[in-house]
Nanobody, 126 residues
Framework: QYQLVESGGGLVQPGGSLRLSCKVS????????IGWFRQAPGKEREGVSC????????YYADSVKGRFTISRDIATNTVHLQMNALKPDDTAVYYC???????????????????WGQGTQVTVSS
């Protein structure tokens, strides 16, 4: 059974950092694309950062480029999202997700992702 469990969220001041982790069980993280998505109150869920399983290429939403970094730890079967220079607009529930198939047409299209974690809350506030 596929399972994704997020951790690492919390309350942080603007300009601070957090590192989210997505512990995966049931499949190997190097074999599937993995994505981080977020949903803020009153807003639609959006893709934040995604990592391919083929050539290791990455996608970042324009709003997080230069501040967030996605990485994969094969030894622990975990995907991380390092978030620096956090802003109040980054406040949201963050989810990691994986597709049913090891290939997707669009790397960070939510419609391609079938398995989701429960989410972890990130709040950026002074």
């Amino acid at each position: 059974q596929y399972q994704l469990v997020e951790s690492g969220g919390g309350l942080v001041q603007p300009g601070g950092s957090l590192r989210l982790s997505c512990k995966v069980s049931g499949f190997a993280v190097y074999y599937y694309p993995i994505g981080w998505f977020r949903q803020a109150p009153g807003k639609e869920r959006e893709g934040v950062s995604c990592l391919t399983n083929t050539d290791g290429s990455t996608y970042y939403a324009d709003s997080v480029k230069g501040r967030f970094t996605i990485s994969r730890d094969i030894a622990t079967n975990t995907v991380h999202l390092q978030m620096n220079a956090l802003k109040p607009d980054d406040t949201a529930v963050y989810y990691c997700a994986a597709p049913f198939r090891p290939t997707v047409q669009a790397i960070c299209d939510m419609g391609e992702y079938d398995y989701w974690g429960q989410g972890t809350q990130v709040t950026v506030s002074s």
